[in-house]
């Protein structure tokens, strides 16, 4: 019913910037969150940034001041703005999408920040 689908990672150095998009299809209420979490290799997903409804955000605090999270209902896709990017920022990060109990996955993409 729904389908998530990530771009923008790449490699960057410390320092720099990436812009991830996520666009949705499928079953997509405005109202209901979506989120970005991300996995470095061998630790456990993190939930990184939410947003809800009339756009209220969250953040981990290990990237708050430091990434945005948005999202352009019209075009049914959720953005994550990372400045000042750092090594521990490496990982591959997924945006989530919840709908009637189920969550819904992308496929991820990979973000390497360079020492």
């Known amino acids: 019913q729904v389908q998530l689908v990530e771009s923008g990672g790449g490699l960057v150095p410390a320092g720099g910037s990436l812009r991830l998009s996520c666009a949705a299809s499928?079953?997509?209420?405005?109202?209901?969150?979506m989120h970005w979490y991300r996995q470095a290799p061998g630790r456990q997903r993190e939930l990184v940034a939410t947003?809800?409804?009339?756009?209220?955000?969250s953040y981990t605090d290990s990237v708050k001041g430091r990434f945005t999270i948005s999202r352009d209902n019209a075009r049914n896709t959720v953005y994550l703005q990372m400045n000042s990017l750092k090594p521990e920022d490496t990982a591959v990060y997924y945006c989530?999408?919840?709908?009637?109990?189920?969550?819904?996955w992308g496929q991820g993409t990979q973000v390497t920040v360079s020492a």
């Open positions: 499928g079953t997509i209420f405005s109202a209901n969150p």
């Open positions: 947003i809800t409804t009339g756009d209220r955000t």
């Open positions: 989530c999408y919840s709908l009637w109990g189920i969550d819904y």
